[in-house]
């Protein structure tokens, strides 16, 4: 797998997390990378991405409540979610994005929206 989700968790709605995405150097430097979830009984979606130079994209969903970045030092993507919602709910995942071809989907990382 060569893009690694992590930090997922349980947490209270209106509560936040930040996920992780780590890759290779050689795919950072040229691929946009997404965050991308799935919920039970439903398709996969893009929630955000973002390109090698920092453009950033967000579903509407989630857009006031998640912020993507990227640490160039660190060949990693962030997802910051704030305010929380049951909806949410989801396995969350990381690959490249926009024109670039998606690599092998890893595990994911789960988070669950629960009081």
């Known amino acids: 797998v060569q893009l690694q989700a992590s930090g997922g968790g349980l947490v209270q709605p209106g509560g936040s997390l930040r996920l992780s995405c780590a890759t290779s150097?050689?795919?950072?430097?040229?691929?946009?990378i997404g965050w991308y979830r799935q919920a039970p009984g439903k398709q996969r979606e893009l929630v955000a991405d973002?390109?090698?130079?920092?453009?950033?994209n967000y579903a509407d969903s989630v857009k006031g409540r998640f912020t993507i970045s990227r640490d160039n030092t660190k060949n990693t993507v962030y997802l910051q979610m704030d305010s929380l919602k049951f909806e949410d709910t989801a396995v969350y995942y990381c690959?490249?994005?926009?024109?670039?071809?998606?690599?092998?989907w890893g595990q994911g990382t789960l988070v669950t929206v629960s009081s």
């Open positions: 973002i390109t090698t130079s920092g453009n950033t």
């Open positions: 690959n490249a994005a926009r024109a670039f071809p998606r690599f092998e």
């Open positions: 150097g050689s795919i950072f430097a040229i691929a946009a």
